[in-house]
Nanobody, 114 residues
Framework: QVQLVESGGGLVQPGGSLRLSCTVS????????MDWYRQAPGKQREWVAR???????TYVGSVSGRFTISRDNAKSTAYLQMNSLKSEDTAVYYC????????WGQGIQVTVSS
């Protein structure tokens, strides 16, 4: 059973920080690229960040310089460190992996509001 379990979401003030975690089971985590996506109400799902199995990170331009994706293969966990959060970062965030097919986490709410 492939499972991606997300944690770490919540409510933060503009300019604040939050770290999301995605713990993966059922796949060989160390050889998989990992992605974070987000979806705001009424909007399409948007790709946010990727970290390859080799540790190379890429980001959508709107989060570049503020977000950092990382991974801990020993814990089979991917992270998204979000700093300098803005109201437009408010969304449900999803992690994703590929193992024959695409697997998604359940989604976790991030709300940026004063």
């Amino acid at each position: 059973q492939v499972q991606l379990v997300e944690s770490g979401g919540g409510l933060v003030q503009p300019g604040g920080s939050l770290r999301l975690s995605c713990t993966v089971s059922g796949i060989i985590f160390s050889i998989n690229d990992m992605d974070w996506y987000r979806q705001a109400p009424g909007k399409q799902r948007e790709w946010v960040a990727r970290i390859t199995s080799g540790g190379v990170a890429t980001y959508v331009g709107s989060v570049s310089g503020r977000f950092t994706i990382s991974r801990d293969n020993a814990k089979s966990t991917a992270y998204l460190q979000m700093n300098s959060l803005k109201s437009e970062d408010t969304a449900v965030y999803y992690c994703a992996a590929q193992w024959g097919t695409r697997y998604w986490g359940q989604g976790i709410q991030v709300t940026v509001s004063s």
